[in-house]
């Protein structure tokens, strides 16, 4: 078989660069979808697992309540 020539290698080159643009937006795709995901982890105050953990920032909508509150109400329990 005769190789082609430039039109051949201009084909190849666009395949492979239309795959390598397809792969990087599956990747893409996957790391949003583990990033939605909701994490848990061993709460600090009550018992059992959380998804927020009570900081400053995050109790503030509370008022002036006791951690273990902020925790229960931001993990509603």
């Known amino acids: 078989m005769k190789f082609m020539g430039k039109t051949h290698i201009i084909i190849m080159w666009t395949i492979l660069f239309a795959c ?24 600090t105050y009550i018992s059992g697992t959380c998804t927020v ?7 503030f909508e509370f008022g002036h309540v006791p951690l273990n509150v902020c925790e229960r109400r931001l993990n509603a329990r």
Request: glycine share 0%; charged share 20%.
């Open 20 to 43: 390598a643009v397809w792969m990087e937006i599956e990747l893409i795709k996957i790391w949003f979808m583990i990033q939605r995901q909701q994490q848990t982890f061993a709460c």
């Open 53 to 59: 953990k009570p900081t400053y920032k995050n109790c």
